[in-house]
């Protein structure tokens, strides 16, 4: 039986190479107590394969790995056992049962959706910075009322998307160069407004909160406590804790406005485009266009990928996942 599992990579696992990834989850097999299928031969492995790598310091919700079991357990006693034996930053989302006869992940990839970010606001040549919360509440009214006005940003790109008969980059592989046209192989790219842009780096909600302290305030701690007993209250009934702080809490709420790119992107192998040429090339046309003199740098933004797809028999994308279905029995074999 083949199972289809998805997901989501953040936090310091972002970090993680897609090698050690794949040894990360063949122990987690193990420790979960997956029924995972060997293959046959002089050195067995786990019939194990990931959709679309992931590269070295992005973030996920959409990674998909597809896994032969002999039984398996129900789809939610499945998620529960691995999330269980999983490090912070990687979370099992789905896990779902694929029809005979489905083509494996890797080879099923066609598109894949991002979410691109400036990391530091203050460099995002479209930024608007840090709003205060009451220029923040204004901008949201004004959007409400006009909401088909278009931003600089999104203004920038109709103009790299339509002002061009092609998109032409240099790609560089691993043994030489290649001239390649983006713009068939871009499917979207639209202006988003990221609000709080270090969520997948930090879960941060978009409001920052300044806590100053009361630099009299006082901290006083009297204990009568037992030497034989731990430090622990419920161990030694002795214990008296008396805490008095003086606390002057000024909190300051900013909204991070940090308009972003949203991108979906031919996928696979045989045209895999990455996010990097696509910002690359649009900057690159930026400056041409005196639109900005902003040289783009890719350590500065942050790209979170949100979705990877297939096409389904009438040629439409659907997510990988959606080509499985949950395994509501207590038992299959």
């Not at 499917?187 to 978009?206: F, I, M, T």
């Not at 901290?219 to 622990?232: D, E, I, Q, V």
């Amino acid at each position: 039986m083949k199972i289809r599992i998805k997901f989501s990579k953040f936090g310091v696992m972002r970090f993680i190479g897609h090698l050690d990834m794949m040894r990360y989850f063949q122990k987690a097999m193990r420790r979960a107590d997956i029924d995972i299928a060997y293959s046959e031969g002089f050195s067995p492995h786990q019939i194990m394969s990931f959709a679309a790598p992931l590269g070295t310091g992005l973030t996920s919700d959409g990674e998909y790995l597809d896994i032969e079991v002999h039984s398996v357990k129900s789809s939610e006693e499945a998620r529960k056992a691995l999330n269980e034996v999983m490090a912070d930053g990687v979370t099992v989302t789905e896990f779902k049962l694929l029809p005979e006869g489905t083509k494996n992940a890797m080879s099923s990839v066609a598109a894949a959706d991002y979410l691109v970010f400036f990391k530091d606001p203050s460099k995002n040549p479209f930024g608007g910075g840090i709003l205060a919360a009451e220029e923040a509440e204004e901008a949201v009214e004004a959007e409400a009322k006009d909401p088909e006005s278009e931003s600089p940003l999104s203004k920038a790109i109709y103009g790299f998307l339509n002002s061009q008969e092609q998109i032409c980059i240099t790609k560089q592989t691993k043994k030489s160069e290649k001239v390649m046209d983006l713009k068939p192989l871009i499917y979207d790219l639209k202006a988003v407004e990221e609000r709080g842009s270090n969520a997948a780096l930090h879960s941060d909600k978009g409001l920052s909160v300044n806590v100053d302290l009361n630099p009299n305030q006082s901290l006083n701690m009297n204990t009568n406590r037992n030497p034989n007993a731990g430090w622990n209250p419920n161990l030694n009934p002795n214990l008296n804790l008396n805490l008095n702080m003086n606390l002057n809490l000024n909190l300051n709420l900013n909204l991070n406005r940090n308009p972003a790119f949203f991108l979906k992107l031919c996928t696979g192998s045989t045209d895999n485009v990455k996010p990097e040429l696509v910002l690359q090339a649009f900057f690159d046309y930026c400056r041409k266009q005196g639109i900005c003199s902003y040289e783009f740098h890719p350590l500065e933004v942050q790209i979170h990928r949100l979705e990877v797809y297939t096409r389904n028999d009438k040629g439409t994308f659907v997510p990988l996942g959606a080509m499985g279905q949950e395994i509501t029995t207590g038992s299959c074999m």
